[in-house]
């Protein structure tokens, strides 16, 4: 015999799951930030090729960040759409979604540019990518603020 669930109950799961995926994903998200840029501080301190562990933790850090941020997009677009059937959620969300749209882009650009420098065997540009983390610490503000206000 299969329980199911009424539907509000359904509704109430399915926020409950998407809130712990953004939750996992917000966590996920901060250490890639905070690992990112500790390395990132040694990396210009100590000019020169990184030592291997530090290009090996590297090559971790940005994918999940990468995957973080993607699963935090995913998860928020289904729990407004779950919760308030859609985007028109009000001024505050909005600017959380601006600021959620500048690190997407910020962790993107940051991806492709170690992609690239990874295949050509030389280190990215360390100034390019430190002046892109400032822009996406930033959006991140302005998202979590907004998140906030929004939610309170």
Wanted: charged letters at 10%.
């Amino acid at each position: 015999m299969c329980y199911v669930l009424p539907k509000d109950e359904g509704a109430k799961l399915t926020f409950t799951i998407l809130k712990l995926i953004h939750m996992a994903a917000l966590v996920m998200a901060g250490g890639a930030m905070v690992g990112s840029v500790l390395l990132m501080r040694q990396m210009v301190a100590n000019p020169g090729p990184p030592p291997p562990m530090v290009r090996s933790v590297m090559k971790v850090l940005g994918p999940l960040g990468l995957a973080a941020v993607i699963l935090l997009w995913l998860s928020g677009l289904g729990m407004a759409y779950n919760k308030y059937g859609g985007l028109a959620i009000g001024p505050w969300f909005y600017a959380k979604l601006v600021g959620a749209t500048v690190v997407l882009l910020c962790v993107v650009v940051m991806s492709v540019i170690a992609f690239r420098a990874e295949k050509a065997g030389v280190p990215p540009d360390l100034k390019l990518m430190h002046m892109i983390s400032i822009v996406s610490r930033g959006g991140l503000a302005l998202a979590l603020i907004s998140a906030v206000i929004q939610f309170q």
